[in-house]
């Protein structure tokens, strides 16, 4: 069974920094695409990040430039660095395995979804 745990929220001053951790079990990490999606309070859940089993990256237009995924997979861990937070990103993140290798065929919806973890909490403040 595939399991995602995610760490690193906390609350944070806007303009600040924060890194958010997901480490994965029960999949050969490697070989997937992961990815990171965020839910504000009262909005739908929104996507964020995706790193493909290659190591490419996307990101949401809002994020490109103050965002960066990662992954190690030795440590089959996925990192999401964020900086120049604003208020709008306060919300609860959350780290998803995906179904396939590639963040084009399944980072488009829920249904590529593998397995959610249980989200994280970062809280902006001004």
């Not at 909005?43 to 990101?59: A, D, L």
């Not at 990192?79 to 084009?104: H, N, R, V």
Request: hydrophobic letters at 35%.
């Amino acid at each position: 069974q595939v399991r995602v745990v995610e760490s690193g929220g906390g609350l944070v001053q806007a303009g600040g920094s924060l890194r958010l951790s997901c480490t994965a079990s029960g999949l050969a990490f490697d070989g997937y695409a992961m990815a990171w999606f965020r839910q504000a309070p009262g909005k739908e859940r929104e996507r964020v990040s995706c790193i493909n089993w290659r190591s490419s990256t996307y990101y949401a237009d809002s994020m490109k430039g103050r965002f960066t995924i990662s992954r190690d997979n030795a440590k089959n861990t996925l990192y999401l660095q964020m900086s120049s937070l604003t208020l709008e990103d306060t919300g609860i993140y959350y780290c998803a395995a995906l179904k396939t290798q590639w963040c084009s065929t399944s980072w488009n919806s829920r249904e590529g979804v593998n397995a959610w973890g249980q989200g994280t909490q970062v809280t902006v403040s001004s």
